[in-house]
RNA sequence: CGGGGCGUAGCGCAGUCUGGCCAGCGCGUCUGGCUUGGGACCAGAAGGUCGCGAGUUCGAAUCUCGCCGCCCCGACCA
């Protein structure tokens, strides 16, 4: 096992009475999803507030075993590992910008001097600051920083368990570079790596999906989604594959339905101010319908929107074209006064040369929609918008782009219906380019002399939701089902009976014998009913189970289970030590 | 931030509408006995500012007002 600068796994060994975190036999209530559950009934942590947790001593193993393997693949790509601090002064956030461009989940505080300090959520600002004060010169890089380190989010929502928690554990690596083909380069190497850590993990079905890179910004990133239908995050899957996009991102290839333009007439559709009322009255189908919808961006400037009346509008795509962080929809008086008729607006009498304007193309592309006559309860017919717009007009609208896909629809690749799937998600990487070396001056010299800013990638994983993850993918009705390689321990002795003098003596060599051969065992010296023993032992979930009783030592032997399959054999006594260091061995190898 | 729900022993809950009886039940914990292959049994015990604070009342877990905390759905989310 490799040598854990920070953390430590503590024993190789444990007696269950000992154990700090007692199992229960009921869950709280609010406990919901199976990591959740399992988590807190096996005592592998407990709450301490909304989003806050003690990762009790079979928790902080199994974490501490996810960390030794980020390490592990984090310095094969030559990261070097350090420690950066989670309380920080806001100036280095303003220097940034995103002291005002990040909401409400950077907690703020003023220190004894009133001096404004922030929890960090994130370490770029920190990263930063180190490496303009540490790297000057190109012979320095490409080079790439790591921690394992306490993160506080002021989360709007903290939810099940270890999945969505305010205080977390989490890798962040950052890269140096100077130029965009090495950063791109690296990028790969680090993608591989994250790769082998959720296999390795034990992770099931962990796939990388292109997303959108949010409010750490920068051009290129991917999110590693541990599917999971507890998950937050909604993906879409191509039949074959080769697309994959979270729903944030997602595009398609959506076919649009053109014909010979008819003439624009006006209907009446008195109380109509929703596509679905309009489509019922008028016999047609929403997708024959034009959607117009009003937001006010972060200015508190209004924004006109036109879609395809099915489609939805996807506030991530159109947040990423307004540069605008913050949406929200307008209200009816901000509707009247850019002077359209709320439920009846049209493009037809907007100005798109005073008010900003985004088109979808589903709505640009398709002839003959039915769309609002800007008076109440009219609309009109034959709508075509290269016809009847004109060309100012359409010059100062923005077509891109704003849709939000839908399972079933046409993949941009082959065409093939997408697939819908929740995720968790365990990870990303992001390739930032400038955005931050720039802001804050993250410079070095290059050989031609010159200062230039560094071209930076980033990387996190979040320890705490990847070992929830693991058992959303790893469980059965009794509890947990650890890989071998991040089990709190390899194996776990039930010694039934305990108080008779053969089966302690027994168990107690067994215990010693495992542990020198380099085994991490739990022992249950409890004197208590077996089917007791068998329960917690599920619940903890420990990869191999030993059975010593009376019975079994009559024979000279030990019973051999394997978490999760109902077959048990027996072992010759003899034989249990070679036989159990061959098992984790072979269970660590895969 | 919007909608809904909840707060009584470590966990799960009853009691609250309709104020008054010793604040109860199951699990867990402790002691003793008995039992020992899939969550046994018997006897005894410890454990509570009934979320907090005001108020009404002779009397409040219960009624009133304020506050706090927690969960779920939504919004939001490196």
Request: charged share 25%; proline share 5%.
């Amino acid at each position: 096992m490799a040598v854990r600068p920070r953390h430590c796994t503590g024993s190789a060994t444990m007696r269950l009475a000992q154990l700090v975190g007692q199992r229960i036999k009921e869950a709280p209530r609010d406990a919901q999803t199976a990591s959740h559950i399992y988590l807190l009934r096996g005592g592998y942590c407990r709450p301490l507030s909304t989003g806050i947790y003690t990762l009790l001593p079979l928790g902080f193993r199994v974490a501490s075993k996810v960390e030794a393997i980020i390490r592990e693949e984090m310095n094969r790509v030559d990261g070097q590992e350090i420690l950066m601090p989670v309380v920080q002064p806001a100036e280095l956030w303003e220097e940034s910008g995103r002291y005002q461009a990040v909401g409400q989940e950077l907690l703020r505080f003023r220190d004894r001097n009133d001096k404004p300090m922030v929890l960090a959520m994130t370490h770029e600002e920190a990263v930063c600051h180190l490496a303009r004060t540490e790297l000057s010169s190109y012979k320095q890089l490409p080079c790439m920083v790591y921690q394992l380190q306490t993160k506080y989010r002021d989360e709007a929502r903290p939810r099940a368990g270890l999945i969505r928690v305010r205080e977390f554990t989490m890798k962040d690596g950052y890269s140096f570079h100077t130029s965009e083909a090495c950063l791109q380069a690296y990028y790969e190497r680090v993608h591989e790596a994250y790769a082998r850590i959720f296999r390795r993990v034990g992770m099931r079905d962990c796939i990388s999906i292109e997303s959108d890179s949010g409010m750490i910004g920068g051009a290129v990133s991917h999110e590693f989604m541990a599917v999971a239908d507890c998950g937050e995050d909604t993906i879409f899957v191509s039949p074959d594959g080769r697309y994959k996009a979270n729903r944030e991102c997602a595009i398609s290839r959506p076919a649009y339905v053109t014909a010979a333009p008819e003439p624009l007439e006006k209907v009446a559709t008195p109380g109509a101010t929703s596509i679905e009322a309009v489509a019922t009255l008028l016999g047609i189908t929403p997708a024959q319908t034009g959607k117009a919808v009003f937001y006010r961006d972060a200015q508190g400037a209004l924004v006109f929107v036109c879609i395809r009346g099915d489609i939805e509008v996807n506030e991530s795509k159109l947040r990423k074209v307004l540069q605008s962080p913050q949406l929200t929809f307008a209200n009816d008086a901000e509707i009247q006064a850019a002077g359209a008729v709320a439920g009846y607006a049209s493009l037809l009498a907007i100005d798109a040369t005073a008010v900003r304007v985004v088109v979808d193309p589903s709505f640009a592309a398709s002839s003959n929609l039915v769309v609002g006559a800007n008076e109440a309860d009219f609309h009109m017919k034959g709508f075509n918008y290269e016809r009847d717009l004109t060309a100012a007009q359409r010059a100062a609208i923005t077509v891109t782009d704003i849709a939000t896909v839908r399972e079933g629809d046409p993949c941009p690749l082959s065409g093939e219906p997408l697939r819908l799937l929740r995720g968790i998600e365990v990870g990303n990487i992001f390739q930032l380019g400038t955005k931050y070396s720039a802001a804050m001056g993250v410079n070095y010299l290059d050989q031609d002399g010159k200062a230039k800013p560094m071209i930076m990638g980033c990387y996190g994983i979040g320890v705490g939701r990847t070992v929830a993850a693991v058992i959303e993918q790893n469980h059965d009705d009794y509890g947990p089902i650890w890989p071998m390689a991040i089990a709190p321990f390899h194996v776990h002795i039930c010694a039934l009976n305990i108080r008779d003098e053969a089966v302690r003596t027994a168990a107690e060599g067994l215990y010693r014998d495992l542990q020198a051969a380099g085994l991490e065992v739990l022992l249950d010296d409890r004197s208590e009913k077996a089917g007791f023993m068998f329960n917690d032992a599920d619940l903890i979930g420990v990869p191999l189970r030993l059975v010593l009783s009376p019975k079994t030592l009559a024979e000279g032997k030990a019973e051999f289970k394997i978490r999760g399959q109902a077959e048990k054999s027996m072992l010759d006594l003899a034989e249990v030590v070679p036989f159990l260091k061959a098992q984790v061995a072979a269970a660590l190898a895969e």
